[in-house]
Structures are given as structure tokens and as C-alpha cells.
């Protein structure tokens, strides 16, 4: 095998795999086999696990403008979930335990338009919806 000395050159360097796979643009597989080549032991994989369920809800969460967190991880039945040692959560109804310190009565929705939002201050459950139509109708009048 003609071994490429950029690879090499990272490989001796320390770089990992994955991150030379993405700088040089190259197989995964392709730098194995220079790895093996240059006679270099197997990359160590460490992934380290979050400690708490609220690490691992942090893990897919981004802050953006106005206060809001962005779910930037999986859905499941189209609803950001997470999982933690074995655990499924949904993400809304445990960032609203985590704002309001009790756990939600029926369902949790944004009350704001920020697509995927799971910030504490955006989420309402169906006692807070019903008391915002209520305010709703006394100030407008009719139906919300």
C-alpha cells in the first residue's frame, strides 16, 4: 500500500481519525489502513457520558436570541426527547420541571414561535394556557 505522508504526517502528530478524515477529506477506512501501515496502534475511543439528566438535556441544547433554547437533538414521535442511563425524557415536560419546579399538568407547547424552543420560560402547560384564554376573553371579550 503507497502510504499518503499528509495522512501520515497527522497520524504521527496525534491527530485523530475522524478530525483527519475531515481536514484531508479522506475515508475513514483510508486512514486506517495507513495507520495499520505505519504499524500505530488502534485510536482509543472515550466518549464521555453526561453524569445528570440535565447535562444531558444541556448536550442538545443552543442558546440563541431573546432567552430561547433550541433543541438541536433528536425527536421521537416528532417531540425532542433525550435519553440518560436508560431513561427516555421529553425535553419540554423536563425543562418545565426544571423552570417551574413541579412537573407539568397535561401536555407542554411553546409559548413562543421559535421552532424547537425547550426554554423553561417559553413552555406552558394546560393550567397556564387556560389561565392566558382566560385573561384573553376579559380583555377582548369573545373566544381566544
Avoid at 22 to 50: F, H, I, Y
Avoid at 111 to 138: F, I, W
Wanted: net charge positive; with cysteine; proline share 9%.
Amino acid at each position: 500500500m503507497k502510504i499518503r505522508d499528509d495522512i501520515a504526517e497527522l497520524l504521527l502528530a496525534g491527530m485523530p481519525q475522524a478530525h483527519i478524515c475531515r481536514e484531508l477529506r479522506c475515508s475513514p477506512l483510508t486512514v486506517q489502513r495507513t495507520r495499520e501501515a505505519l504499524g500505530l496502534p488502534a485510536p482509543k475511543t472515550c466518549r464521555v457520558l453526561p453524569t445528570t439528566p440535565e447535562a444531558a438535556f444541556a448536550q442538545y441544547t443552543r442558546p440563541i436570541d431573546g432567552g430561547h433554547l433550541q433543541w438541536a437533538g433528536p425527536l421521537k414521535n416528532r417531540a425532542p426527547f433525550f435519553v440518560h442511563q436508560g431513561q427516555h425524557h421529553y425535553a419540554r415536560p423536563f425543562s418545565f420541571r426544571l423552570q417551574h419546579g413541579r412537573g407539568p399538568i397535561g401536555n407542554v407547547t411553546p409559548s413562543c414561535t421559535v421552532e424547537r424552543c425547550v426554554a423553561g420560560r417559553c413552555l406552558q402547560d394546560r393550567p397556564m394556557r387556560e389561565h392566558t384564554n382566560s385573561l384573553y376573553k376579559a380583555i377582548f371579550g369573545g373566544t381566544a
